[in-house]
């Protein structure tokens, strides 16, 4: 991994850490987003949609289609989470030269909001990936009641004792 990819996925994986992701889905994300990395070869930031769509066709025939579900989950994530830290970085370099230039924190305020929303919500590259996790069939009815598990338990107790 070239060192300024890991650096963004050392930010990304704390970012993720911040936001109360337990250990395991913080070291499968980053397992994928390095599999990535070495397939593609490219820093984060020259990414095209052509080579996440060409990346995407090489994992849909290596992988079973819940590994594909997940890395278009994870590169969807990443992906916009790094936008995002782009857009952070130019709003603090037109805040800066807003206010060298003597512009009211209201117009600084005015141009951020504009900024911001042009943005969609995801970017280009990941924006026509599309997530299909299926619901589970399970109901209510096919879930134990509290009775029903106490039962198990006093039967397996019974069937213990009587064969120590």
Known sequence: MKPHNKSILDAFDDYNRSKGLSHYTIKIQGYLIRLFDKMVNKPFQDITRTVIEHFLEQVNTRYKKSSDEQMKMVLKKFF??????????????????????????????????????????????????KCKFEKSHITEKDILSPEEVQKIISKYHDFRICYL
């Open 80 to 129: 916009k989470w790094l936008s995002e830290k782009q857009l952070q970085t130019e709003i603090e370099k037109i805040q800066q030269e807003l206010r060298k230039k003597g512009k009211s924190q209201l117009d600084i305020e005015k141009k951020i909001w504009e900024l911001s929303n042009q943005r969609p919500k995801y970017p280009y590259n990941v924006s026509w990936i």
